[in-house]
């Protein structure tokens, strides 16, 4: 079946610092990939849905300047977390639509980032 | 009111038990409906999809879509330790899809 890399899946950084998460499709190609956030018990929360070759749409409230998104290819797409602040904190997944197939979407295994 | 309403439990049932899972949701235009169940600190995993009403078995899990109540269940049977873990349902109408809240699943041994 379809898989998604997400790497990595931990990651500790400083206060002001940056942080790139890549999410990677294995097997298939992603025309459309998405970046959710997730907060403990809480359900995932859309923040931005990336295609290849174009910018990213974000949702309402997402920081388009914080949460930079690249989706330089088919197979790959990058978070990047500018400035991070304690309030960053979160659990990050991303995840792949192929373009046929599947009615649901592959999710990668998420990061896990902590700003301190 | 939420576009997608899931209780989030949590629910503790002992093994053996037969599991329901709720969600309801507003929007009519959803076609695609999932279950995906995700482990602490891992991204969900596609349980089961169905397309429109009706029913879907895999397994022990049985899928059921009732568009007309806007109503979508997940039933396990004969639940096992290894199924403790949180299960979000999920429906899309064309690349719009919205998830439920997650209900917490814990099976005791």
């Known amino acids: 079946g379809a898989v998604v890399s997400q790497h990595p899946s931990w990651v500790i950084c400083k206060s002001g610092t940056s942080v790139k998460i890549e999410c990677r499709s294995l097997?298939?190609?992603?025309?459309?990939m998405f970046w959710y956030r997730q907060f403990p018990k809480q359900s995932l929360m859309l923040m931005a849905t990336?295609?290849?070759?174009?910018?990213?749409?974000?949702e309402q409230g997402v920081e388009k300047d914080k949460f930079l998104i690249n989706h330089a290819s088919l197979t790959l797409s990058t978070l990047t977390v500018t400035s991070a602040h304690p309030e960053d904190s979160s659990f990050y997944i991303c995840?792949?639509?192929?373009?046929?197939?599947?009615?649901?979407?592959?999710f990668g295994s998420g990061t896990r980032l902590t700003v301190v | 009111q939420k576009e997608v309403e899931q209780d989030p439990g949590p629910l503790s049932v002992p093994e053996g038990a037969i599991v329901s899972l709720n969600c309801t949701y507003s929007?009519?235009?959803?076609?695609?409906f999932m279950w995906y169940r995700q482990y602490s600190r891992k991204g969900p995993e596609l349980l089961m999809y169905?397309?429109?009403?009706g029913n879907k078995e895999d397994g022990r899990f049985t899928a059921q879509v009732d568009k007309s109540s806007k109503y979508i269940s997940l039933f396990i049977r004969d639940s096992q330790p290894s199924d403790s873990a949180t299960y979000l349902c999920?429906?899309?109408?064309?690349?719009?899809?919205?998830f439920g809240a997650g209900t917490r699943l814990t099976v005791k041994p």
């Open positions: 995840s792949a639509r192929e373009d046929v197939g599947l009615f649901g979407y592959t």
């Open positions: 097997d298939f190609q992603a025309t459309t």
């Open positions: 990336s295609n290849e070759g174009s910018k990213a749409t974000y």
């Open positions: 929007n009519s235009a959803f076609q695609y």
């Open positions: 169905t397309y429109s009403s």
């Open positions: 999920a429906m899309r109408h064309n690349n719009d899809m919205r």
